[in-house]
């Protein structure tokens, strides 16, 4: 966890999966007063950091499920031909498999 802050005020690592180097564990562990209330406060003067977090939270998850669903292929490859990629090389098919070597 880094302590540098960027200009808007949120933690920076380097190891950030976000472009602009927001730290979410740091800043788990500085709002985790309120990730752990029943009901947060929304007067409290964090709630932006809060909301923040949530929406970041968010994105991370879906764009985790968004690499899976693409078999983790580069960006570059289209999704139709990420999402292909579990078929290459299946030998489960509806027939039996033969496979012939020549020594």
Known sequence: ??????????????DSPFEDGYDIA??????????????????????????????????????QSNRQQRQYADPIVPDHEARALKQIGSLVTDETDVMEIHT
């Open 1 to 14: 966890m880094a302590d540098a802050r960027n200009k808007v005020g949120f933690p920076l690592a380097a």
């Open 26 to 63: 740091g800043e788990r562990d500085a709002l985790k007063d309120l990730i752990e209330a029943p009901e947060p406060d929304e007067r409290d003067l964090r709630w932006p950091r809060f909301m923040e977090l949530l929406e970041r939270e968010e994105r991370l998850k879906r764009d």
